[in-house]
């Protein structure tokens, strides 16, 4: 059995920054992610005026009132959490000017929902460029709160983001979602505002946020389940076995789900309070699967669809064409140049059995399309990808982490 330890969650980094800043006092994180987009986040807070001190393996963060400053130019990057939560968080200011921009990738990703739901909150937000995109200019003046009608069918982030500013509101929220993507990612963002002393209650789809800040604590950020899909797949398509530790049971992480789809396929899975193993003969079969919630290990199925012994259809993605890149359409331009029959709808992708050659993938600067295909490559030698440096985005030494996987895993 090879015992792999993943990296800590982009996700739950990135609300338990905000968070910590959120709160009185001073909030120490365990076990962070250090990778580009953290490293972004934290930038920001720096440059809002919030104290960060790292450590290795823990982060203490000054919360209020030690931020933020009464003027600020922030750039977020490529990161999605950064770009749709500093600006929101800066919006609660009693007053000051906050500019955001971010990289020409992140410039692209829509952004309209949320700053839409924030001037209706009474914000005074301006798009600077394209409207619903960065750049963008708050003056803050601190949000009164009240009620709201969210469409979150494109990113949860943007109800994420409005549910953690609701207890900086002097009145806090009402939010009413009309559509919600990706569901598991907010019970994330609820049980981690539980733990910094808020609890929302929600009645179907809608959630009321109390005011009244939040209080610092110590949080221990768990492994990454998008991540580690990409081990476990590696361990189903090659009939090898990994657990990973910090993901069992009680894991906040909706992308864990990700080893029922391997299941399904015919891999071995199972769980404890501690960790998941995931174990398989190499022989996987076809399956249609909704993976709506899941979307992010979308391209780790795609990536392996090919070996299994029939067809692979996966459905209600239509959000990750509005990710780093549009991934369901990475996904069928690699697989057609590595020689795979695949279909593709607005919100679906169908991919055919076959033997995938070696090819070069375009990565259009994505983290996931390249950790992805290297799964592939267990299968298919000779894979090159034209930016395999894009992975510091969320796991900077995954390429040294992969192949040491392997290395362990290999058969004599």
């Not at 709160?23 to 807070?45: I, M, N, Q, V, Y």
Request: glycine content about 10%; some cysteine; overall charge negative.
């Amino acid at each position: 059995m090879t015992v792999i330890d993943i990296p800590g969650s982009k996700s739950v980094t990135a609300r338990a920054l905000f968070l910590a800043a959120a709160a009185d006092g001073t909030t120490t994180l365990l076990r962070p992610l250090h990778s580009d987009d953290t490293e972004g986040f934290t930038e920001g807070l720096t440059r809002l005026g919030y104290g960060v001190t790292r450590e290795p393996d823990r982060w203490h963060i000054e919360g209020r009132p030690s931020g933020p400053v009464a003027d600020a130019d922030v750039h977020c990057r490529d990161g999605a959490t950064t770009a749709r939560f500093l600006p929101t968080l800066a919006a609660a200011a009693a007053s000051g000017t906050y500019r955001f921009d971010a990289s020409a990738q992140m410039r692209r990703r829509p952004l309209a929902p949320l700053t839409q739901a924030l001037r209706t909150l009474g914000v005074d937000l301006r798009h600077e460029d394209a409207e619903g995109h960065h750049p963008l200019t708050i003056e803050a003046a601190g949000v009164k709160g009240g009620e709201l009608t969210l469409d979150a069918g494109e990113s949860s982030q943007y109800l994420t983001a409005l549910l953690m500013l609701g207890p900086l509101t002097a009145e806090g929220l009402r939010i009413d979602v009309t559509e919600l993507v990706s569901a598991p990612y907010i019970e994330i963002t609820l049980a981690m505002m539980r733990s910094f002393g808020v609890e929302v209650v929600r009645e179907g789809n809608t959630f009321t946020v109390p005011p009244g800040g939040y209080r610092a604590t110590t949080y221990a950020v768990e492994p990454d389940a998008s991540t580690a899909s990409y081990f476990f797949a590696a361990a189903a398509l090659t009939g090898r076995e990994v657990t990973v530790p910090g993901l069992g049971t009680g894991a906040l992480q909706g992308d864990l789900r990700f080893t029922e789809v391997l299941r399904r396929m015919g891999a071995e899975v199972s769980t404890t309070a501690g960790a998941t193993t995931v174990r398989s003969s190499g022989r996987l079969s076809g399956l249609t699967v909704n993976m709506r919630d899941i979307s992010d290990t979308m391209p780790t199925l795609a990536a392996i669809a090919p070996f299994a012994t029939s067809p692979v259809r996966i459905e209600d993605v239509a959000n990750t064409r509005v990710k780093e890149c549009d991934r369901l359409e990475a996904c069928a331009e690699n697989l057609r140049t590595m020689g795979i029959t695949v279909h593709t709808g607005p919100d679906w992708i169908e991919i055919h059995p076959g033997t995938p050659r070696p090819a070069e993938i375009v990565t259009h600067g994505d983290h996931r399309i390249v950790m992805s295909f290297a799964v592939a490559g267990l299968r298919t030698p000779g894979m090159t990808y034209d930016d395999p440096g894009c992975v510091r985005k969320t796991f900077p030494g995954f390429h040294e982490e992969f192949a040491e996987f392997v290395a362990r895993t290999a058969r004599p």
